[in-house]
């Protein structure tokens, strides 16, 4: 007799899925795309191509886009056409799975979202097929919706982030879903440097081995509180003369006008910034009203990891100087870490010292008890790794360090760095 509840049970979610799946998409609402014909005519962020679509709510529009020949993206762009500014890419679908010419985005009456290469292969989808998903729509926040019948959305953009988040967009504490930089302002693919919604405050991270490396982290007492285990780019209006833009009750800027088109984004540098987008102007329609590395901050740009890209000494937000053993030497961009050959654990690797400097490693990450600048070498030399170590002689604090990228020049000589030699 205990098996006839198990069997109701079961038929009923049959029968729940059966009526699903009679649920469609109306032929009319459906549509077909094809990656082909002119270019459009108007200025784009990362100087982009682009081929558009009917998809979108002003001042939102999907489109086809790239910044290199034969790869494209599908991509949610914001800015009106009749605007003599730039318009910004605020969301990718496909983002690492580019696509080529005559490439297919595909909405048809069984729901799913879908990107296809000309062949037919898919490159990306929504997976919604038979979900019983109703329709389309491109909110006036530009979250991409799917929703049933019922209004309910099945599938939601919002939940898929990218380097960017809009006004009302959220991220689960902990890291399941974070914020990751481009690679580059022509290489969209993902970069070295996440935001993660720490259980604390958010951090912001960049890659390493064996692990990435926190270079930033919000003090929790300044503001910051979680709201349901999820953290929201907000906006809010509380006299209708200033504006403020939040993290979950932490004011990151206030204009002085409506910024409720406003976008937070990770910049390929690792810079956190805020766009605002006024559209009741054709010219300058944007500002940048938040930087997050910035002296209104107290945060140097000297404090972003790669300020002078792979070594450099940045001093007053400038690079200024390229240790070398030879000492120190004017700055390029080809600055970067003595090439070494095959790693000898343990082998007598040779050092050359930069006195007065630090970097985000000495902020962010625990120092290691060593009981002298030479027990920290002697890690250092134990890991293949380590690129050098940065050692306060007056404390006998030691950090080991995967990267070294940007030394911020300090007024405490103590403060000093080794680099391996080649």
Known sequence: MAAAPSLFKFLLVLLASAVKALDKVPANETFRYVNQGEYGEFINEYD??????????????????????????????????????????????????????????????????????????????????????????????????????KDRFLWQSFDHPTDTLMIGQSLPVGGAKKLISRKSISDGSPGPYTLVMGTDSPILYVDASPKPLPYFRYDPDMGYSKTNGRVTFQYNAPDNVSYELTLNGRILTVTKYDSVLSFLRLEPDGDLVIYTYDDRVDYQAWEKTFTLFTPVNFLSACYKPARCGSLGVCDNEMCVGCPTEKGLLGWSASCAPPQRGSCKVGANHKYFKVDGVENFLARYTTALNATGVDDCRRRCSADCKCLGFLFWEEASKCWLAPVLGTLDKVSNPKHVLYIKSK
């Open 48 to 149: 982009a191509t682009y081929r558009t679509t009917l998809i979108g709510t002003s001042p939102f529009q999907l489109m086809w886009y790239n910044t290199t020949p034969g790869a494209y993206f599908v991509a949610l762009r914001m800015g009106t056409s009749r605007s003599e500014s730039v318009r910004r890419w605020v969301w990718e679908a496909n983002r690492g799975r580019p696509v080529g010419e005559n490439a297919t985005l595909t909405f048809g009456t069984d729901g799913n979202l879908v990107i296809a290469e000309a062949d037919g292969t898919v490159a990306w989808s929504t997976g919604t097929a038979n979900k019983g998903v109703v329709g389309l729509r491109v909110l006036p926040n530009g979250n991409i919706v799917l929703y049933d019948k």
